[in-house]
C-alpha cells in the first residue's frame, strides 16, 4: 500500500451496531472502493446523570451495544477484508480519557471505553502476523454535539477549563492529523498505542 494510496477504503463507521447494517454498509464501500485499508471506529454514546444505584439494566446495555457491539461488528468485517486481501491495514477506535479517569455516573460510557483499548491490545497480539496494525485514540474535552450540553454549565468550565494547559476545548479539527498518520504507510511499525489528545488535561 503506497501512501499516495492510503485513502483507498477509508470508511467511516455509522453510529450502529447493527450487524448485518454494518456487513451491508462494508459490501458497499468495497464494492465502490475496492479495498479498506483503514476502519476508524468512531461512534459512541454517552448517557450521564443517572446515579449507578439508580441505573437501568436498559440503559446500561443502550450504551454497551453501540460503544461496544458496534466496535466488534466492524473491527470483524474490516478484518475479514484485509485477511482476504493479504496486505494488512489500520484498525483505530475512539477511546476516552474515562477509561483512564473516575466517571462519576458514567460507569457505562466509562467501562466500553475501556473495554475497546482491551480489545485493541489483543487484536495487536492476534493479528500483527497479517501484518495488521491497531490502536486508540483518546481525547479530551472536545466540543461536539455529545459534549455540548456540559459547556452550558458555567461551573463545569470553571472547574475543567483552569485544568487544560492550552486553555481551550478540543476541536473535531485537532484528530485529522492523528487520523491521517494512523490511516498512512508512516505508521507501519506503529500498533498498540494509546494516543491522548487533550490540551495537557492529563498531565495537569
Not at 463507521?13 to 483503514?38: H, M, W, Y
Not at 478484518?79 to 466517571?103: F, H, K, P, Q
Not at 483499548?117 to 485514540?137: F, T
Amino acid at each position: 500500500m503506497s501512501n499516495r494510496n492510503w485513502l483507498t477504503g477509508l470508511f467511516g463507521i455509522l453510529l450502529n451496531s447493527d450487524e448485518n447494517q454494518v456487513e451491508e454498509c462494508f459490501a458497499q464501500t468495497i464494492e465502490k472502493l475496492g479495498r479498506v485499508d483503514a476502519c476508524f471506529a468512531n461512534a459512541g454514546i454517552g448517557q450521564i446523570g443517572t446515579p449507578f444505584h439508580e441505573m437501568r439494566v436498559e440503559e446500561w446495555h443502550k450504551v454497551f451495544g453501540i460503544n461496544m457491539d458496534g466496535v466488534f461488528v466492524t473491527f470483524r468485517s474490516s478484518i475479514r477484508d484485509m485477511l482476504d486481501r493479504e496486505e494488512g491495514g489500520s484498525l483505530v477506535v475512539t477511546s476516552s480519557l474515562s477509561a483512564n479517569y473516575g466517571m462519576p455516573t458514567g460507569e457505562h460510557y466509562a467501562a466500553t471505553k475501556a473495554g475497546v483499548i482491551a480489545i485493541i491490545r489483543a487484536l495487536v497480539v492476534e493479528y500483527a502476523r497479517y501484518n495488521i496494525r491497531a490502536n486508540a485514540i483518546l481525547p479530551g474535552w472536545i466540543e461536539t454535539d455529545m459534549t455540548s450540553p456540559l459547556f452550558c454549565y458555567d461551573k463545569f468550565k470553571e472547574s475543567v477549563m483552569p485544568r487544560i494547559p492550552q486553555r481551550r476545548w478540543g476541536v473535531p479539527e485537532d484528530f485529522g492529523p492523528i487520523a491521517v498518520y494512523f490511516a498512512s504507510d508512516s505508521s507501519q511499525y506503529h500498533s498498540g498505542d494509546t494516543v491522548v489528545i487533550d490540551g495537557g488535561y492529563s498531565c495537569f
